[in-house]
Nanobody
Framework: QVQLQESGPGLVKPSQTLSLTCTVS??????????WSWIRQTPGKGLECIGY???????YYNPSLKSRTSMSRDTSRNEFTLQLSSVTPEDTAVYYC???????????????WGQGTQVTVSS
């Protein structure tokens, strides 16, 4: 079965870069028609898709966060990553990685989810 696991620091200082890794098992992240997403959950906005990376390697970012977002992958490790730069306390959230069979900014279209990891932005 497909399983996803987030990892990375739980505390990041303001103005620094938030970096997370998602490790996927059960399917190759390069398998055709698989799409891999980062999603966060905050009290103010609920679930918000940050962006996704296509099985081919192409990336697509939510326009509201695009200027600060970078996603990449390491196919040899079957991992994909998130870097969110210039963070503020408003970026404090539970961050999830997720997978699905189409690319979307709608969290409900992703069918495979990690358990989520709390990231707090604070000095």
């Amino acid at each position: 079965q497909v399983q996803l696991q987030e990892s990375g620091p739980g505390l990041v200082k303001p103005s620094q870069t938030l970096s997370l890794t998602c490790t996927v098992s059960g399917v190759s992240i390069t398998t055709v028609n698989y799409y891999w997403s980062w999603i966060r959950q905050t009290p103010g906005k609920g679930l918000e898709c940050i962006g996704y990376i296509v099985y081919s390697g192409s990336t697509y970012y939510n326009p509201s966060l695009k200027s600060r977002t970078s996603m990449s992958r390491d196919t040899s490790r079957n991992e994909f990553t998130l870097q969110l730069s210039s963070v503020t306390p408003e970026d404090t959230a539970v961050y999830y990685c997720a997978g699905g069979h189409s690319g979307s900014y709608y969290p409900g279209e992703y069918v495979y989810w990690g358990q989520g990891t709390q990231v707090t932005v604070s000095s």
